[in-house]
């Protein structure tokens, strides 16, 4: 009880003290309590009134961290684990891990085994969205393998639970011993009736004009940008990154206070500075020299330019006496980071890059389109040595992309009418490999360029747009060519897209000047080679219309790129893609107004509710045999109206010929409104009987009810039989199914004058 006490009064200490701490500069206050087992939660209340809570020490305790993270009724948890010994990676080996399970929205999945298989597209580029956010922050010399899992426990599909992700692995990062030079935070920013809304949901999403994610660390320094725009302006882009690390300083604020309180001491990384050194002079005077000479001839192209820097590097390897796997590494390590040294050293003392061209100068574009006749859109575009091909193929609306069931609650969309796929086959980078599958970069570069393209396809274009684009040689910048190329391809396939669209990537080289790093000095370098993006700090995406933008992505190298610069990036960027698209439009400049030859065809048919049933034959007969002789595909929009998609005019021809001959095929005879017919009976059910007037016609239902004058509950008590001829009096259709109304118990002499107002009565 004493130690309980005791306990008890600690915390109350640390409480009083945090509740003193706990406010940032403009007196926003986070709320810390304790609860058993000694877990913490903050709450940070964010500037649009919605509240996120951060809390830790409940769940997963046997993790380096555990956090969980909530706003209204959506709760993320994520992990962070480390082994215990280092790995020889050259790269940080770290591993995101985002899993959206049907348990989260009370659901069963519908698949075969009910259970969650391989990561969904969405899966995978929420990972991809956290690692870039959380990656740039980790010690260069960390090689830890390390794996952060986030799980979505719950949501009501009203709140992303992307930005979440992104908060709760920052947070657990920073309470973790693992050496992280966070915090960092993340927001999503809405552009409704201009104005500017946080953390918007999924309804708003919808009516937003802006859809941006960015990742912030103190100093206002941004780490990750990811988004999508309705052709939004420069000014409007420039507004929404400022106000979203305006945003960021809250949450960045409330983690840190939470590290204070329960954060763990981080890990030391020690080196053998000595030896380092001693390398670093080795190396340095054996490579120097001739990697100055590498990078200054312009003649090389990336090949030739790669092939020269892997021979310097196996020379210098050959010269090591000492033949230790340490030395060989640290070799390796000093190596490239001296080619990094000397490219960027370069590019400040020049003015130029290793190809010749200016700091904002483009690279030769080329372009082509209509390159293969049986397509309903082709083009090559050509930017240097990135070559991409796309291809457009128009089916129908019903062939659209189908979401899973999560994504389709957090999107709010259930199909995607227009959607890219892009493939990046090993041949591209002159390599080997597997070529089946789809790689998480695949899937992320393809959503990008998707999102470049999707806001200039028409909302009501009939039909369904899959756009693929192949890279077929790649030295940078492949995803903003397929938005070229893309733009292209659509154009030749008369797609009416509302405006030409162009990508390009930025990229940024940047040193400091003074030890405590305030001054910065920086280079932006337009339209990246690959080496470029590699050695660089930044590879910054854009993509949009002569007007405005529409796609943009920034993956930082560093920790952190201050705001000024990246508004200066997105200004060079917009002269960027201007030029670009006036290059395109050399090639074409609207989208074709002719249609050609395989271009597919959509047309509507009203068919009358009673001659459904001869349209469509038994089971759909007439409509599959269509399909299989013309391969037109006929679906239903309601009782009378049917969509009939051809692949081309001939076929579409040959299916209204077929439809024709169907509708016109054994003609029904023309029956007059209150006139007798006899009927025969071919089919006896407990609610009535089936009869035709005509041998022509089909067969419709008498129902009990129109049998006689008593009340019966089945045909038998009077007597009747297949094959009985019974008269029937005709009351036309009914309006609603085109059924018949026939009638018999009218013709029975009880009471003419009741015969004559239930005539009327039907009449009307």
């Not at 052709?231 to 604020?253: A, F, H, P, Q, T």
């Not at 892997?310 to 060989?328: G, H, W, Y």
């Not at 690959?530 to 910054?540: A, V």
């Amino acid at each position: 009880m004493v130690l309980f006490r005791r306990n008890r009064l600690l915390n109350r200490k640390n409480l009083a003290l945090l509740r003193l701490k706990n406010c940032d500069k403009n007196g926003n206050i986070f709320h810390v309590k304790f609860m058993s087992s000694d877990p913490t939660e903050i709450n940070v209340q964010l500037s649009n009134g919605s509240k996120m809570t951060l809390s830790t020490g409940k769940y997963a305790r046997f993790t380096s961290a555990s956090v969980t993270a909530t706003i209204d009724n959506t709760t993320v948890m994520t992990t962070v684990v480390r082994k215990s010994v280092p790995s020889d990676n050259s790269i940080i080996p770290l591993t995101v891990n985002y899993r959206q399970k049907a348990a989260a929205i009370a659901r069963i999945p519908t698949n075969f085994l009910r259970r969650e298989m391989g990561y969904t597209d969405n899966e995978i580029l929420i990972s991809r969205i956290i690692d870039r956010s959380v990656r740039p922050l980790f010690d260069s010399n960390y090689s830890y393998e390390t794996q952060i899992v986030c799980n979505l426990l719950a949501t009501d599909g009203i709140i992303n639970p992307d930005v979440l992700s992104i908060n709760a692995a920052s947070t657990a990062l920073s309470i973790s011993d693992i050496p992280w030079t966070g915090p960092v935070a993340a927001v999503r920013i809405g552009l409704i009736d201009d104005k500017y809304i946080i953390n918007p949901t999924k309804n708003e999403l919808q009516q937003s004009r802006l859809n941006l994610v960015l990742s912030c660390i103190f100093k206002k320094s941004i780490v990750m940008i990811e988004g999508s725009a309705d052709d939004c302006l420069e000014s409007e882009l420039r507004k929404g990154i400022k106000v979203g690390v305006k945003e960021c300083e809250l949450i960045l604020n409330a983690i840190t206070q939470l590290q204070k309180c329960v954060g763990k001491s981080k890990l030391q990384i020690v080196e053998d500075d000595e030896s380092m050194k001693n390398m670093k002079n080795f190396v340095t005077d054996f490579a120097k020299d001739e990697l100055i000479e590498i990078f200054s001839c312009h003649s090389h192209d990336k090949l030739s330019r790669d092939n020269a820097i892997f021979s310097l590097r196996s020379k210098i390897l050959a010269s090591i006496t000492n033949t230790d796997p340490n030395s060989v590494k640290s070799a390796i390590k000093v190596f490239d980071e001296l080619c990094k040294i000397t490219f960027r050293t370069l590019i400040f003392e020049t003015k130029k890059r290793c190809d010749g061209r200016k700091l904002d100068d483009l690279r030769d574009i080329n372009c082509d389109v209509d390159l293969f006749k049986p397509l309903h859109g082709s083009a090559l575009f050509q930017r240097g040595q990135t070559q991409v091909l796309c291809t457009v193929a128009l089916d129908s609306i019903e062939n659209s992309l189908k979401l899973d069931a999560i994504s389709m609650l957090s999107s709010g969309i259930k199909e995607k009418h227009f959607f890219l796929h892009y493939e990046f086959p090993p041949y591209a980078v002159n390599e080997t490999g597997i070529l089946t599958g789809v790689n998480r970069r695949e899937v992320g570069h393809g959503a990008l360029a998707e999102r470049g393209l999707r806001a200039i396809i028409p909302k009501d274009y009939p039909f369904a747009i899959r756009l693929t684009s192949d890279v077929l040689e790649s030295n940078g910048s492949s995803s903003m060519a397929s938005v070229c190329g893309g733009s292209l391809a659509l154009m030749d396939a008369g797609v009416p897209i509302l405006s030409p669209v162009a990508g390009v990537a930025m990229g940024l080289i940047s040193r400091y000047n003074d030890e405590e790093k305030t001054d910065i000095e920086y280079e932006i370098l337009t339209d990246i080679l690959g080496i470029e993006d590699h050695l660089g700090d930044m590879d910054f995406k854009i993509a949009g219309t002569k007007k405005g933008f529409t796609a943009f992505q920034a993956d930082m190298k560093v920790s952190g790129v201050p705001l000024k610069v990246i508004m200066k990036m997105i200004e060079h960027a917009n002269i960027a893609k201007s030029k670009i698209i006036k290059i395109m439009n050399r090639t074409i400049a609207c989208p074709r107004i002719r249609s050609k030859s395989n271009s597919p065809i959509v047309e509507k048919i009203e068919v009358p509710v009673h001659q459904r049933g001869k349209f469509l034959g038994i089971g759909g007969s007439n409509v599959k045999k269509i399909l299989y002789e013309t391969g037109v595909n006929i679906h239903s929009e309601d009782d009378k109206m049917f969509t009939i998609f051809a692949p081309n005019e001939v076929a579409m021809k040959a299916a209204k010929e077929m439809i024709d001959i169907s509708l016109q095929k054994d003609p029904e005879p023309v029956l007059t409104f209150g006139d007798i017919y006899s009927a025969k009976i071919t089919e006896i059910r407990e609610t009535g009987v089936m009869v035709i007037l005509y041998p022509t016609m089909v067969p419709t239902l008498l129902p009990n009810s129109q049998l006689d004058q008593r009340n019966i509950h089945h045909p038998s008590v009077l007597g009747l039989n297949v094959g009985d001829e019974i008269k029937v009096k005709y009351f036309g259709r009914d309006p609603a199914n085109g059924r018949m109304r026939l009638s018999r118990k009218v013709l029975q002499s009880i009471n003419s004058e009741q015969n004559v107002n239930f005539f009327d009565k039907l009449k009307q």
